[in-house]
């Protein structure tokens, strides 16, 4: 048999996973990109298909989507919607300061501060496939 893909969601690190009940995301996939699409217009479908305006969706994004590029929060405007940081991030080691991150660098970490209270959605093979 054939690996199988699906998508599930958590409302944030403490809670379990489960599968998000919509038509669309119910299903079970043959590959990882066709579930990675659907998961990635479900989080757009959250996140952006509402009133708000742009500078608006960010704060209130309610899900995030870990890619290979970093935090998706959705389609936007026509482009690919990723979480930025706001300002540089250093560190201090041995008495030098190295920079970690830069203002409008991708988020890379599903831990960022900003994401404590947003759900997440992923993609993972369904067990016993």
């Known amino acids: 048999m054939a690996k199988r893909w699906q998508i599930v969601e958590r409302e944030g690190v403490t809670s379990g996973w489960s599968v998000p009940r919509t038509p669309k995301t119910v299903e079970q996939f043959d590959s990882e990109e066709e579930a990675i699409q659907v998961a990635r217009d479900y989080v757009t479908e959250i996140n952006v ?3 708000l305006t742009s500078g608006e969706k960010e704060a209130s994004a309610e899900v995030f989507f870990k890619d290979a590029m970093g935090i998706y929060l959705g389609h936007l405007d026509g482009k690919p919607w990723y979480m930025k940081h706001k300002k540089d991030l250093y560190k201090d080691v ?3 300061r190295i920079t970690l991150n830069k203002a409008g660098d991708i988020v890379q970490d ?3 501060f ?3 209270k947003k ?4 993609v993972r093979p369904v ?3």
């Open 49 to 51: 298909d509402n009133a």
């Open 94 to 96: 041995n008495g030098k």
């Open 110 to 112: 599903p831990n960022y």
């Open 114 to 116: 900003e994401l404590e």
């Open 119 to 122: 759900g997440e959605v992923a």
């Open 127 to 129: 067990p016993g496939t």
